[in-house]
């Protein structure tokens, strides 16, 4: 009798065991909440919410680094990365021309707009952020036509300003709290001391460059309007609306470079150098990456900073 009962009582404990594995695998239960399931457009924004909700987060970036941010297409696995997350945070300014796709595939999530509140300059992209028809439930804060009408010609690289960082933190954790107001402490507190880190950040490319102001520089893609705003320089941009320049703006860019000393062409590791290279081989120049979504973002920032004022200094630019 107990020889029949030992396969049915190893099947019990097998299953037992086998139970207890899955549950290990499970998110934790109530009493525990596991991580706030969070999915990036960018790669900054995903370095900001890391920074905000430190280990209480799980982040991933839905446009890998390389990609065109203005070409991009979320792929099917990317989607379904997005059906998972509890929070996703947009750039806002125009930039997500995908954003319907992001919304179709998961309508519960609660959509942050990190450009909410920020100052937006003119730029020149005219796509439209599908996201914002119809979806205004859905999003933290008014619908950015509602804040800026002319939301089509933004620019949309609004992360390159410490000033613009520290809204856009902030957004995120407003966003962050919502999703998970247990932390909200933590959250805030984690803000706090970027914001101290993204102050420092401003005050030091701000004595970088003091002596500088109107101090012109070239680069490949207009991505540098609100760093160069900030500290009062003047970005000239090769590529218009993404657009290799014709014959007629190459020869202005080449002048301009000339009649200001300039000898150093920034281009963006994400575009093809080709039209930046040319106009550093006509004024005998050098091409120089500067990259706006690098992963360490305060870090890139100092170092464009360096970079740019050091170039200006030494044509005289300086004070």
């Given at each position: 009798?107990?020889?029949?009962?030992?396969?049915?009582?190893?099947?019990?404990?097998?299953?037992?065991?086998?139970?207890?594995?899955?549950?290990?695998?499970?998110?934790?239960?109530?009493?525990?909440p596991?991580?706030?399931?969070?999915?990036?457009?960018?790669?900054?924004?995903?370095?900001?919410?890391?920074?905000?909700?430190?280990?209480?987060?799980?982040?991933?970036?839905?446009?890998?680094?390389?990609?065109?941010?203005?070409?991009?297409?979320?792929?099917?696995?990317?989607?379904?990365?997005?059906?998972?997350a509890?929070?996703?945070?947009?750039?806002?300014?125009g930039?997500?021309?995908?954003?319907?796709?992001?919304?179709?595939?998961?309508?519960r999530?609660?959509?942050?707009?990190?450009?909410?509140?920020?100052?937006?300059?003119?730029?020149?992209?005219?796509?439209?952020?599908?996201?914002?028809?119809?979806?205004?439930?859905?999003?933290?804060?008014?619908s950015?036509?509602?804040?800026?009408?002319?939301?089509?010609?933004?620019?949309?690289?609004?992360?390159?300003?410490?000033?613009?960082?520290a809204?856009?933190?902030?957004?995120?954790?407003?966003?962050?709290?919502?999703?998970?107001?247990?932390?909200?402490?933590?959250?805030?507190?984690?803000?706090?001391?970027?914001?101290?880190?993204?102050?420092?950040?401003?005050?030091?490319?701000?004595?970088?460059?003091?002596?500088?102001?109107?101090?012109?520089?070239?680069?490949?893609?207009?991505?540098?309007?609100?760093?160069?705003?900030?500290?009062?320089?003047?970005?000239?941009?090769?590529?218009?609306?993404d657009?290799?320049?014709?014959?007629?703006?190459?020869?202005?860019?080449?002048?301009?470079?000339?009649?200001?000393?300039?000898?150093?062409?920034?281009?963006?590791?994400?575009?093809?150098?080709?039209?930046?290279?040319?106009?550093?081989?006509?004024?005998?120049?050098?091409?120089?990456?500067?990259?706006?979504?690098?992963?360490?973002?305060?870090?890139?920032?100092?170092?464009?900073?360096?970079?740019?004022?050091?170039?200006?200094?030494?044509?005289?630019?300086?004070?």
């Amino acid at each position: 009798m107990s020889s029949s009962r030992s396969p049915v009582l190893a099947l019990a404990l097998a299953l037992a065991l086998l139970c207890g594995c899955i549950s290990n695998e499970d998110p934790p239960p109530s009493d525990g909440p596991g991580k706030v399931k969070v999915v990036a457009s960018t790669v900054p924004l995903a370095t900001f919410t890391k920074m905000v909700g430190g280990d209480l987060v799980s982040v991933s970036v839905l446009v890998p680094p390389g990609a065109n941010l203005h070409t991009f297409e979320p792929a099917p696995s990317k989607l379904a990365e997005v059906a998972k997350a509890d929070l996703y945070i947009k750039n806002g300014a125009g930039l997500e021309i995908w954003m319907d796709k992001i919304i179709g595939a998961n309508r519960r999530m609660l959509v942050v707009d990190s450009s909410s509140g920020i100052d937006l300059l003119e730029g020149h992209h005219h796509h439209e952020d599908g996201g914002d028809d119809g979806e205004a439930d859905h999003h933290h804060g008014p619908s950015r036509r509602d804040l800026h009408p002319s939301i089509l010609t933004a620019d949309p690289h609004i992360w390159l300003s410490a000033k613009n960082a520290a809204i856009m933190a902030e957004n995120i954790c407003r966003g962050l709290v919502e999703v998970d107001p247990e932390n909200a402490d933590a959250f805030r507190e984690n803000l706090a001391a970027f914001e101290r880190e993204l102050e420092d950040l401003d005050l030091e490319l701000a004595s970088t460059f003091r002596g500088t102001e109107g101090g012109k520089f070239i680069v490949l893609h207009p991505a540098w309007g609100y760093f160069a705003r900030d500290y009062g320089l003047v970005q000239v941009a090769i590529l218009e609306e993404d657009k290799e320049p014709g014959p007629r703006q190459l020869r202005t860019i080449v002048d301009l470079a000339r009649e200001e000393g300039i000898e150093t062409i920034y281009v963006d590791p994400n575009f093809n150098p080709k039209s930046g290279e040319i106009i550093a081989a006509e004024i005998d120049g050098r091409i120089v990456a500067l990259d706006p979504v690098a992963p360490d973002y305060i870090e890139n920032m100092r170092k464009v900073g360096m970079e740019i004022s050091s170039e200006m200094m030494s044509r005289g630019r300086g004070g």
